[in-house]
């Protein structure tokens, strides 16, 4: 099965520490996306690429976020200084350029844990 | 702004009956709706999705309705079974755009 993988599955931090996430999406996927939940919430937006160029951000993303896709391949999202706040589960997603509109193919998330 | 609100944080039902689970959206530009399933430990998987110009979508067991004068998405599973337990969100979206999603509607379905 080549769905979206994501590593790691759990990570547990101290405040203050870096973090970063992998996210590798379905091959033939030219668009990626970051979503962060927190308990009882939906999804929330992050950030998207169509191939290596990232073409939206949320307010969400402070500017201790950054993301990448440098081959238009996986990507990664990058916590700096982390805050017991950013505590969530980090999402990631991928679809086919012109696959059903809204269609998302999630992995099974990042959990961070920020103590 | 919380654009797409599922107001029923739980719903149980029992196996064989119709499950009615309930979306509002306030943005009128959302051109196309879906629902997502997630079951513990997994991602959101797609489930069904109906675009703006219609009021109706049907997948086997699942229908989704659309009513744009009020702003509301329903799905409606029937008949109801035990594996479709799940928490279910509501999602919108305009064209080449992000989703936004709802809070999830835990639901369920009692043998």
């Given amino acids: 099965d080549t769905g979206v993988s994501q590593d790691p599955r759990h990570k547990i931090t101290k405040r203050g520490q870096n973090v970063t996430f992998r996210c590798d999406p379905i091959s033939e996927h030219n668009r990626l996306y970051w979503y962060r939940q927190t308990l009882g919430q939906g999804p929330e937006f992050l950030t998207y690429f169509q191939n290596e160029a990232q073409l939206e951000k949320s307010r969400l993303l402070s500017d201790r976020f950054s993301a990448e896709r440098p081959k238009g391949s996986f990507s990664t999202l990058e916590i700096q200084r982390t805050e017991q706040g950013d505590s969530a589960m980090y999402l990631c997603a991928s679809r086919r350029f012109r696959g059903r509109a809204g269609e998302l193919f999630f992995g099974e998330g990042s959990r961070l844990t920020v103590l | ?111």
């Fill in chain 2, 1 to 111: 702004d919380q654009q797409v609100k599922q107001n029923s944080p739980s719903l149980s039902v029992q196996e064989g009956r119709i499950s009615i689970l309930n979306c509002d959206y306030t943005n009128s530009m959302f051109d196309y709706f879906l629902w997502y399933k997630k079951y513990p430990a997994e991602g959101p998987t797609f489930l069904i999705s109906i675009s703006s110009i219609k009021d109706k979508n049907e997948d086997g067991r699942f229908t989704v309705f659309l009513n744009k004068s009020a702003k509301h998405l329903s799905l409606h599973i029937v008949p109801s079974q035990p594996g479709d337990s799940a928490v279910y969100f509501c999602a919108a979206g305009t064209s080449g755009s992000r989703l936004t999603f709802g809070e999830g509607t835990q639901l369920t379905v009692n043998p």
